[in-house]
């Protein structure tokens, strides 16, 4: 089978009027399929099902035997910021566990940091006329949500598979005094699955830039992976200490995909100054997190070996579905060269190029068949992907039928999108 592009016009034609055919099937069956988010799957979810009866009726005391049912302890219970000290490379005083959204963290600390600036900031962000961003594309849409909501610029730099492109970054911090932020995933990032470099991330942390430029290191999937290769965690505060810039990252992350989605617990670390900071602010909304819910997760995960031991069993539950991606996409696009996509070794999602200026029309064509997937460009800045290309693939949520049922009709889509391009 010759790829589109090689294709002479009768041929084109012909396959045009069988995809048609194929499309008009796919709409009568009237199906009704989503595929948009990074969900955990209800099986997954079911994998927690023992916090529902965590803590146990008069069980509210931590190990020092304070009650947990009442106010204060602002950093999150000792225990918990232990067990996942190492996985996340930040000391236990540095590490704190907060609410259940580590999406609220972040656009807290960018609020924050307008209102009133940083330790090294002259004024609040808000006083600068402007304040951007560095947005490593495709990204992921919910950074990119926080900056545009917040009036932030934001500047898009090409990612590799090691991570951003730190040539680009390197440019743009050295002709762009307005950078004070860069939104960053590190281990299998939305939606590439592309893991940093101990060598990417030690540069990130060394170049030069304004006093109160912060990395966003959102650490969302560092225990999320899909295959035995694990990648060493990145000693990011080290990292950013050696180089003499100490306060320049924040890290981020949640249990909202190892326990419940919704009823999970986020983290917040930095250096000491940078938690200092985050407190004096968060103080003035918060008189502590629910440390109820904190106390369930220790007896539930109790250690690091827990946390590990848990994600296997998620790990058999989404595998298949990320086997099945490939196998849909190798088997119905590959001989047409109508698309490459990422194989992750973790995360929750998979990045797939389409022939340029068609991911917009794929989407909107499985739309109408009944199957809902990220609206092209949202992996973008602005929603606008120069190219019209990248559509994100979220596997994890529905059943694995359910999901090769979406796949099928989503090429069936893409490829009627590619032939109507290339008829005109």
Not at 5 to 34: K, M
Not at 46 to 51: C, F, G, K, R, Y
Not at 61 to 77: H, I, M, S
Request: proline residues 7%.
């Amino acid at each position: 089978m010759a790829a589109l592009t090689e294709l002479s016009s009768a041929e084109l034609r012909e396959l045009h009027a069988q995809l048609t055919a194929d499309y008009a099937a796919l709409v009568e069956r009237g199906l009704s399929l989503d595929i948009t988010r990074g969900k955990p799957s209800a099986e997954q979810l079911d994998l927690s099902n023992a916090l529902l009866t965590l803590p146990g009726e008069g069980n509210y005391r931590d190990a020092a035997g304070t009650d947990l049912r009442n106010y204060g302890n602002p950093q999150g219970l000792p225990g918990l910021r232990a067990i996942f000290s190492d996985v996340l490379r930040v000391p236990v005083p540095q590490l704190l566990a907060l609410g259940s959204s580590s999406l609220t963290i972040m656009h807290d600390v960018v609020v924050h940091a307008l209102l009133h600036g940083l330790p090294e900031s002259e004024r609040p962000w808000s006083r600068e006329e402007t304040v951007s961003f560095i947005c490593p594309v495709p990204g992921y849409d919910r950074h990119f949500a926080i900056t545009e909501h917040l009036g932030i610029r934001m500047i898009p730099v090409a990612m590799t598979d090691a991570g951003p492109d730190v040539a680009q970054v390197e440019r743009l911090l050295a002709e762009d005094p307005t950078i004070r932020g860069m939104w960053c995933v590190p281990v299998h990032s939305n939606p590439t699955g592309a893991v940093y470099t101990e060598e990417v991330a030690r540069a990130l942390v060394s170049l030069p830039a304004a006093s109160d430029f912060r990395i966003f290191w959102d650490n969302a999937y560092a225990v999320h992976h899909l295959t035995d290769d694990v990648p060493e965690p990145i000693d990011i505060l080290s990292l950013a200490a050696e180089a003499g810039n100490p306060d320049r990252v924040f890290v981020f992350a949640s249990t909202s995909k190892v326990t419940y989605a919704g009823a999970g617990v986020a983290f917040f670390g930095s250096s000491p100054e940078n938690v200092s900071w985050y407190l004096s602010h968060a103080a003035v909304q918060s008189i502590g997190p629910d440390k109820l819910n904190q106390l369930r997760h220790v007896q539930f995960l109790k250690d690091e070996a827990g946390v590990k031991a848990h994600m296997l069993r998620h790990r058999a539950l989404i595998e298949p579905k990320f086997t099945a991606v490939s196998e849909v996409f190798e088997r119905r696009l590959s001989p047409y060269g109508a698309g490459s996509w990422t194989t992750p070794t973790g995360g929750y999602f998979v990045s797939l190029d389409v022939h340029d200026g068609c991911a917009e029309r794929a989407v909107a064509l499985a739309a109408q068949a009944g199957i809902a997937v990220t609206p092209a460009g949202s992996t973008y800045p602005y929603h606008r992907d120069p190219r019209d290309a990248n559509i994100r693939i979220a596997p994890t949520m529905p059943s694995l039928a359910e999901l090769v049922d979406a796949l099928e009709g989503m090429c069936t889509a893409i490829l009627l999108a590619e032939v109507e391009q290339l008829l005109g």
